[in-house]
């Protein structure tokens, strides 16, 4: 966040580290990193992702998508979602390749653009933005998420992964699209690569739009919906809560 002070950082973080009793990190390069740099504090730093929240667990698996809410409801499926912030760590030019291979499809983006709009890749968003099948909904409030990611027919997680913050980042969305059962398409971030018996983690961006093409093929299905609910399931916020508990030290 403050590339000016990054050496400075780099020592406070390292001297945290080595003087805490306990350093837990969501992404677990981050874990490794820190495991590689404070040696003799390894055995005290975890591991610890994300877990899923009351409100983005569904009361069962949609094996196919619910009924759009009704601002999506007017849009021609299949339904390809992703929800999140509008910036820099989204692969926009693979969005426009996606909103090309399927163009009968509507690309459903649901979030707010953030502030710093410049640099090469808000002239890539705008050039996705203004794709005719391309549907940027803005944002919404968290309480109704759910209802948008229950409805997609496919998943979309389209992060760089080349960006600095996506390589040591552990998305919360993936925990937010485990809990309704849906299929899931990802870039081979690091984290989400921890996930491939779960969902679709593409190595390269036509197996991205390769796996998109075969989910929609089988009828917006993977055969994976349980899974994927049953281990959002068993990682609920509270049980995350509860290993950071017992790893505290008494």
Not at 94 to 121: D, H, K
Not at 192 to 209: K, M, Q, T, W
Not at 221 to 237: E, V
Request: net charge neutral.
């Amino acid at each position: 966040y403050w590339p000016r002070f990054a050496s400075q950082v780099n020592v406070l973080e390292r001297q945290a580290v080595r003087e805490a009793d306990l350093t837990v990190c969501v992404s677990s390069v981050r874990a490794d990193e820190l495991r590689a740099a404070v040696p003799e504090a390894a055995a005290r730093i975890r591991h610890l992702p994300h877990g899923s929240t009351d409100l983005s667990l569904s009361d069962h698996p949609w094996e196919r998508p619910a009924p759009a809410p009704d601002d999506l409801s007017s849009l021609p499926r299949p339904l390809l979602g992703y929800v999140g912030t509008l910036e820099d760590r989204i692969d926009w030019d693979l969005m426009t390749r996606l909103s090309m291979a399927f163009p009968r499809a509507s690309i459903a983006i649901v979030g707010p653009t953030t502030a710093q709009r410049r640099g090469a890749w808000y002239a890539d968003f705008r050039r996705c933005a203004s794709r005719p099948n391309v549907h940027l909904l803005g944002r919404r409030p968290q309480g109704v998420i759910h209802r948008y990611n229950r409805s997609f027919d496919v998943c979309l997680i389209p992060y760089l992964t080349d960006h600095p913050f996506n390589k040591v980042c552990s998305p919360t969305k993936i925990m937010d699209y485990m809990g309704t059962g849906r299929p899931i398409v990802s870039t081979a971030l690091p984290e989400c690569r921890l996930y491939e018996g779960l969902f679709h983690v593409a190595p390269s961006n036509d197996d991205f739009i390769a796996a998109v093409g075969s989910i929609l093929e089988a009828g917006s299905d993977d055969g994976r919906s349980y899974l994927r609910f049953d281990w959002a399931r068993a990682n609920t916020c509270g049980r995350v809560v509860e290993r950071l508990l017992d790893w505290l030290p008494l």
